[in-house]
């Protein structure tokens, strides 16, 4: 194969990042002219952003010709984003990367190098991410080791979206249907061959993070829900020992009636037992609620995204 025929897409979700527009201009350029023998497209997509974000990147496409923007109709979220952008791609790779540089491009280059030598799936793994408020790097931690141990799905520990994937990679990538997507798990559970760098997570370059500690929450249910139903199934087992131990108590008590006669006392035992296990079956039924919603959600087969308008220095559509 040619390499000089190669196109690498690099895709980026921008959500209200009017600030870092130019800055990731700036950052990315200079690194992209620095690699010989490779066309390079970027595919900005706007998530329905407030600010000046849109106007700036629209202006980007005027002045450079490997600028694309796919103007989404609202602010669907960074997965729908994400996967609006490596939708659009045309690369023969696809490196997804945010908009706030606290991916560095200058990983770009060894990124490919390795993609070169044959690697299908070049990660960047964070080998420290001291520049994360303390609070996020350990529901981070223990986001992983919850989720590596109820699913079969391994999520390879600190590494985001920022990845090369090739060809192939994309292809099965857009072969999964799931209208709510992880894209974590969803690129983990592709798999392929895989090489993995380390980088240092940088601070954000302007503006704060888009995910609140609530939209972390509900993305993390979204990661486990996605790739395991055990949450689901460990209820029969709950059950069976609550069953087992509530059936040798009731044994114990009849014994005991038997041998010492009726005992009043006994309220507080009760009330705990009946609030515990009340308590149980909501949360059950809690769990049920989230894949079934899951479920419903699905059923509906929308779109995961809706795109308002597209910019191409070439074919304005
Ligand atoms: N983002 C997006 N839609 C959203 C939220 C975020 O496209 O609803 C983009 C955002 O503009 C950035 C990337 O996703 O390019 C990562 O967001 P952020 O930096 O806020 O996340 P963090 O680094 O704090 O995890
Ligand atoms: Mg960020």
């Known amino acids: 194969m040619n390499d000089s025929t190669k196109t690498v897409s690099i895709v980026v979700p ?11 201009r700036e950052a990315l350029l200079p690194l992209l002219d620095n690699v010989p023998g490779i066309a390079f497209e ?37 997965e729908a984003a994400l996967t609006a952008g490596i939708d659009h791609a045309r690369g023969d790779a696809v490196i997804p990367m945010d908009a706030d540089l606290q991916d560095p491009p200058e990983l770009i280059p060894d990124m490919i190098a390795a993609w070169r030598k044959g690697a ?44 090369l994937m090739d060809r192939v990679v994309v292809d099965a990538l857009k072969s999964l249907t799931e209208q709510q997507r992880f894209m974590k798990g969803l690129f983990a559970w592709v798999g392929f061959k895989t090489v993995t760098l380390d980088y240092q997570r940088r601070a954000r370059a302007g503006g704060g ?15 486990i829900t996605s790739f395991t139903t055990l949450p689901l199934k460990i209820w029969t087992y709950i059950g069976l020992i609550g069953a087992l131990a509530s059936g040798a108590y009731a044994a114990y008590i009849v014994m005991r009636t038997l041998v010492v006669g009726i005992d009043v006392p006994g309220y507080a035992s009760l009330l705990v037992a009946v609030l515990f296990i009340g308590s149980l079956q909501l949360i059950s039924i809690g769990v ?30």
């Open 209 to 223: 993070s888009k995910f609140s500690g609530w939209k972390l929450w509900n993305f993390a249910l979204e990661g």
């Open 120 to 163: 299908e799936v070049v990660l960047a793994r964070r080998s420290d991410r001291r520049a994360d408020p303390v609070l996020k790097q350990r529901t981070a931690a223990w986001f992983y080791r919850i989720h590596n141990r109820l699913s079969n799905l391994k999520l390879p520990e600190n590494v985001g979206d920022f990845r």
């Open 14 to 24: 921008f959500f209200n990042e009017g600030e870092n527009v130019q800055r990731f």
């Open 42 to 78: 970027i595919v900005c997509v706007d998530d329905g952003s407030s600010d000046n974000t849109l106007e700036r990147l629209v202006a980007t496409v005027r002045q450079d010709s490997r600028f694309r923007v796919i103007e989404l109709s609202r602010n669907f979220g960074k």
């Open 288 to 317: 049920l609620g989230e894949y079934i919603g899951r479920i419903y959600m699905e059923t509906k087969r929308r779109p995961t995204y809706i795109v308002r308008h597209r910019f191409d220095r070439d074919e304005e559509s």
